[in-house]
């Protein structure tokens, strides 16, 4: 909230800048169109031809300059105003959440006032349910986490992360690993132990993601990982 909030007080600003440079223009533009209808009236009284260097002809000139100077500060003006609202759009969402999580915070204080015995479960997620959102709900209610990255742009990342000095574990027949304990990955709120997997299939090799959050000691054991995710 801090990050958007810093960038709508310099979105408001360039906004602010922009309508003061198309007020200055503004003014420019009708002081210029006054002097061309000023110049045009005694040309036409004094039957004086407009010549291509006359202080009629060059006045136009400006005035066209400066016309074109505003349009394109218009075009300016709107996109600051898009990235603005964009901004602001954020920001409303993000106070929503932030009340959504006190609200969630209060339930939890109260959860664990009354719950005198809590269970201690693991969950294991499907992919399509590996979101970070239902990650961070169950790492806060106290679970054992298992699950794989909703999103396949993770499994990119971290493909990224792999060199030809990284050494892989071999967990199965065809399958090995790489582990990244107590990760920080962008968008998720707490850190997880992250691992790639690559299985060797004939001639390819396909990669997918694992999330872990919780006790069992999974970084030291990767069979362990494996194997509870898969449920052997």
Known sequence: MATIDKRQQKQVAAVHQVQVTLANLTTQEAVCRQEVAVLEEAYQRR?????????????????????????????????????????????EQKHAERCRLAQRLAQFEQDNATNQQPIQASFRLDAGFGTYENVALLIEMGYEVYTKPLSHQVVKHLKSQVTEATAWSRVGQNAEMVVWPAYQ?????????????????????????????????????LHLWFDTYNGR
């Open 47 to 91: 039957q004086r031809a407009e010549r291509p260097a006359s202080r009629l002809a060059k006045s136009r000139q400006r005035l066209q300059v400066i016309h074109s100077r505003i349009e394109r500060w218009q075009k300016r003006r709107d996109e600051a105003q898009r990235r603005l609202g964009k901004t602001e759009a954020k920001q």
């Open 185 to 221: 990955l962008k968008g998720c709120p707490y850190l997880l132990d992250v691992a790639l997997e690559r299985f060797h299939t004939g001639k390819t090799t396909k990669y997918s993601g694992l999330f872990h959050f919780g006790s069992d000691p999974v970084t030291q054991d």
